[in-house]
Nanobody, 129 residues
Framework: QVQLVESGGGLVQAGGSLRLSCAASGRTLTNYGMAWFRQAPGKEREFVAA????????YYQDSVKGRFTISRDNAKNTVYLQMNSLEPEDTAVYYC??????????????????????WGLGTQVTVSS
């Protein structure tokens, strides 16, 4: 079992920055994929960014490339999402997720929310115009 707790959300003006954190506990994350998804009201949950915990390789949704950075701290068992140049369209609840299988098998599985077994409760990010 993996427990995930997000923090760092809030209200920010367009053009501002926020850093989200996701603290993981319950097991080591070797070979795990960890990701951030977001869900705006009335919309489906969408992929934002993912990281291969062991290799450190990162992946992004096109709309956040160059603005968001996912990273991890092995010692703290924590994954981060640094969000810069925020836009009102980034407003959503942001969820942290983890699973040991997303980087195996079919390429691109890490983009699919149904492939993740562990989820945090989410943190609200609101960007005002």
């Amino acid at each position: 079992q993996v427990q995930l707790v997000e923090s760092g959300g809030g209200l920010v003006q367009a053009g501002g920055s926020l850093r989200l954190s996701c603290a993981a506990s319950g097991r080591t994350l070797t070979n795990y994929g960890m990701a951030w998804f977001r869900q705006a009201p009335g919309k489906e949950r969408e992929f934002v960014a993912a990281i291969n915990w062991s290799l450190g390789t990162t992946y992004y949704q096109d709309s956040v490339k160059g603005r968001f950075t996912i990273s991890r701290d092995n010692a703290k068992n924590t994954v981060y999402l640094q969000m810069n140049s925020l836009e009102p369209e980034d407003t959503a609840v942001y969820y942290c997720s983890a699973d040991g299988r997303v980087f195996r098998g079919v390429a691109g599985n890490y983009r699919l929310p149904q492939k993740y077994n562990y989820w945090g409760l989410g943190t609200q990010v609101t960007v005002s115009s």
